[in-house]
């Protein structure tokens, strides 16, 4: 179903299993440049039960700077399982009419369509599945080559695509793996880059391990890196993921002991907007001076908040010591030293410190 060109006092029900492409169709269907916190006429609410009051509160006030308004709400839990009350609030919410200026973009990833709250909004909202096809992955892969200034030829793509699926989640993972390995100095992603680094398997759990290791407990990441092991994924590809991650660290780490950001904030995983306007405020030398690989300003919100939470269990000299410490077992790696006594090693240091 292609639903018309958008209507004024709309409401806009993208449904598909991944967000990038979600987004793209919106932006294509609202006829406007981003739905991002660049654009000044978006509001952006994520996956919370708690802020269905906030929603709906938004969509009914007309924009007070701009002259339209898109209200745009990713994965919002009503629309999954609410309690009755929130089921309630949103049915009445339905039967009322928006300012003209405004339309409520909601895109989801998993709904029960037999539920009538999702009934009632596919009477009232234009409606569109987003099926995941090869062409969104090929796109979404030419789109992140060219914004890291990469080229990869055909035969190594239609290898990557081999290994990763069609699925636009693991080849966005995959992917921003194979930049970080290649690193700035190098234009051209090689067949023996994929080798190094791509899991074959198709789930990721690279980031799975390195959140786990920075929360400084020893038993989960130790899990975890055995179950790597067994499944002969590359360990090279492993250290060089946590050494982008402790880049990250340091960086967020500075910047808290510089006092542009307050440790102990009461921060959830809600308050990705905020976080991410945190960022953008940050005065032009600062920004100016990140690097272009592992570059805060190009993380998804809620990245940042866990890099905020993660940071607070280290100080600065230790994440230092710890990237001094990967960069070793990378290097160790290189020269063929035995995989999971290496990775034991930086395991131990991690959550230990010495």
């Known amino acids: 179903m292609t639903p018309q060109k958008k209507k004024r006092s709309s409401i806009l029900f993208l449904l598909g299993s991944d967000e990038f492409l979600l987004e793209k169709r919106a932006v294509q269907l609202l006829e406007i440049e981003t739905l991002r916190l660049t654009n000044p006429s978006v509001e952006i609410f994520e996956s919370a039960e708690s802020i269905l009051e906030e929603v709906i509160e938004s969509c009914l006030t007309p924009p007070l700077f701009t002259k339209e308004k898109y209200i745009w709400v990713r994965n919002l839990k009503v629309l999954e399982k609410a309690h009755a009350q929130d ?16 339309t409520l973009v909601l895109t989801h990833t998993k709904v029960d369509q037999r539920r009538k709250i999702i009934l009632e909004l596919k009477k009232v909202a234009q409606v569109e599945v987003i099926e ?23 035969q190594v793509y239609d290898l990557f695509v081999e290994w990763t699926g069609h699925d636009p989640l693991a080849s966005r993972a995959e992917l921003e793996k194979v930049i970080t390995y290649v690193g700035p100095s190098r234009e051209v992603i090689e067949e023996d880059d994929l080798w190094a680094v791509v899991s074959s398997n198709k789930e990721e759990p690279f980031f799975k391990f390195v959140d786990e290791l920075l929360t400084r407990k020893i038993d989960a990441p130790l899990k975890v890196l055995h ?85 607070s269990n280290f100080t600065i ?22 995989v999971e006594k290496v990775l034991e090693k930086l395991v131990f240091k991690t959550v230990n410190g010495t």
């Open 317 to 338: 000299s230790e994440l230092k010591s710890l990237f001094l410490s990967a960069c070793q077992a990378y290097w160790e790696l290189v020269n063929s030293k035995p």
């Open 227 to 311: 179950q790597l092991m067994r499944q002969e994924e590359s360990g090279i590809g492993l250290v060089t993921h946590f050494i982008n991650s402790l880049r990250m660290l340091i960086q967020v780490r500075s910047l808290i002991e510089e006092g542009y950001w307050k440790e102990g904030s009461t921060l959830s995983y809600y308050d990705k907007q905020k976080i991410q306007q945190w960022v953008n405020g940050l005065p032009p030398e600062v920004s100016g001076a990140f690097p272009k690989e592992s570059n805060l300003l190009r993380q998804h919100p809620y990245r940042l908040y866990l890099l905020l939470q993660q940071s």
């Open 87 to 102: 089921e309630v609030k949103f049915l009445s919410f339905l039967k009322q009419e928006m300012p003209s200026q405004n």
């Open 132 to 154: 995941t096809q090869e062409q969104g992955v090929r796109e979404q892969v030419q789109g992140m080559l060219k914004a890291s200034q990469k080229r990869m030829a055909p």
